[in-house]
């Protein structure tokens, strides 16, 4: 994209120190040594509010082009987030902080790109140098004191309502998510991405697939387009409808992950694709929690000749959405109650007059008449 050298630049930075060695050895290779002369200088430059492209150029001595071309490659490696305000025509730069060198050297797109580039021996040279040494936390218990739950002695539960949502919220969600923030790069998903709804989407996802930390941090890198900025869950969630790995079960089954439990059910076979988006659906639109999801498939396939029939199974999502089912428990309770109500139709039984030897009288007789009779007029017969 053609940048015009008068439009004006706003710069954002950042105030941790940079590590070096990364900025130097992976990110330098990858970028040329003049666009990382150019964060260098962005990193430490206080821009005035009339700061133009044209007067960043002359100041590194490159030209339009050349600057325009840094720019670019530090935006393919996730140190400068670009954006264009096309009203005033100005620009905004954010500046990130490099990953550290041993996050960047075994990162699965920088890592690759830096081993193609310098080839396997300086790469093992360099992954040997900064390879780090045993956590210093080996043989330690940790002592650290946990926060006192009688703190929240006096807590006003009229201030909940700083903390009520709209949307129902699940419980009972096994993936993750703190640890996928902790450990996926910025440069497979970055934190402009990060929003709230994508982390929910993501969570709910590896809780009804029960796919690990590692691989939905794989499927991420083919969902997210980083120089368009752009991430594509439904190219997640059909990834996902492709994973057949089985998972150690707990030792609860109902308390495993949806997915996981019907392959489970089914002695390892796998479910179809069309089941796997009827079981997705339950959890996300209809904001069943995965455990109540397990309950609810048991009792599909115990009533239907182990088949899971769609509109049978909505059905009774809804209503057990309706009636705030949100515990296994509550599930199980829910089905045994329905199993055990009376049979509808006739309320009191007919003497078995069959098998009584003695004869009727006739008060007895005339009592079996009018029964008789008041059936047949209520099926529309004499």
Known sequence: MERNKNALIQIESFSTSLDTASLFLVYQKLCGSSAIGLYGLLVHLNVPQSFTHGQLS???????????????????????????????DTYLYILKTPLKINEALNHPVLGRAYLQAVGDVHYETIKKRYTLGKSLKEGFQSISKPFEAQRLRSYDPKSEVHFETTETTLDGLRFNILELKQRCSELVFPQALRSAQNLKLIEELGSVYGVSVNKMILLLGECINISAMTFDSEKLESLLRKVKDPVEMPSDPYLSEPIQFLRWLQGGNEPTDTEKRLITSLVRDQRLNPEVVNVLIKHALDSSNQSLKKSYVETIAASWSRLKIVTKDQALTHIQGISTKPVKGRKEAIPDYKNNNEPMSESELADLKARLKKMGDKHGKD
Not at 70 to 76: G, H, P, Q, S, T
Not at 78 to 84: D, G
Request: net charge negative.
């Open 58 to 88: 002359s100041l590194l001595g490159v030209s339009d082009t050349q600057l325009v071309s840094d720019f670019e490659a530090l935006e393919e490696v996730s140190l400068i987030e670009s954006y264009h305000h096309l009203i005033n």
